[in-house]
């Protein structure tokens, strides 16, 4: 079955405070993640990814960490613009070569000015 | 923006019929993955096409099928439409090669079955 899950449906954060979107997956042999992000109407624009072999990945204001031993996934983002109001997914891909993106249902960030 | 283009944009069919739904993928990327996303839910893997051919489904009925062409674009084609296959459909393309997964997205097709 499907083995990609948030935490939390929605996220409100004040322009400026950082935020932390939290992800649960169940497959112990995934060996990689992705965050997109998806605004109203368009399609999920990749953000940062990281693989099964590294902790932490940090890109432009953006930062993954992954717990392989509880199955966690974040993505913290610093100094929250209004730009970065959207929906949040985490998707892993499978092992065995399919390459088929998993995903969860997201997380819909608000941030408020 | 990435290089994947869809087409149409929106999509207004009734139940019973058939419907084609267009992607072009970026420059340089070979293979083709289509997901429907439903409203407020992540996007679930339809199929993917590398070579022309069919290279993983995810759990969809045998109506919903695809093609690639040589130069990379795809189709996927749904028969006997149901209500429930109204959704966004979206098509991603990356290059299948030395494991570079990162897969990038078209706009999507909106469908709405009536």
């Known amino acids: 079955g499907e083995s990609v899950g948030l935490h939390l449906p929605t996220l409100s954060v004040q322009e400026g405070d950082n935020s932390i979107i939290n992800c649960a997956y169940s497959n112990s042999a995934s060996d990689y993640f992705i965050w997109y992000k998806q605004e109203s109407g368009k399609g999920p624009q990749f953000i940062i990814d990281i693989r099964s072999n590294m902790d932490k990945r940090q890109g432009q204001r953006v930062t993954v960490l992954l717990n392989k031993t509880v199955k966690h996934l974040s993505l913290q983002i610093a100094a929250t613009q209004p730009g970065d109001s959207a929906v949040y997914f985490c998707?892993?891909?499978?092992?065995?070569?399919?390459?088929?993106?998993?995903f969860g249902k997201g997380t819909k960030l608000t941030v408020n000015p | 923006e990435t290089g994947v283009t869809q087409s149409p944009t929106h999509l207004i069919k009734t139940r019973g019929q058939q419907v084609t739904l267009r992607c072009s993928s970026q420059?340089?990327?070979?293979?083709v993955s289509w997901y429907q996303q439903a409203l407020g839910q992540g996007p679930q893997f339809i199929f993917q096409?590398?070579?022309?051919?069919?290279?993983g489904r995810g759990n969809f009925p045998p109506r919903f099928s695809g093609l690639q062409f040589p130069n990379y674009s795809s189709e996927l084609n749904v028969n006997a439409l149901e209500l429930d296959d109204s959704a966004l459909y979206l098509c991603a393309s990356h290059l299948r090669a030395g494991g570079n997964n990162e897969q990038f997205f078209g706009p999507g097709t909106r469908l709405t079955v009536l």
């Open positions: 998707a892993e891909i499978l092992p065995g070569g399919s390459e088929k993106l998993v």
């Open positions: 420059s340089g990327h070979n293979t």
């Open positions: 096409y590398y070579r022309e051919e069919e290279n």
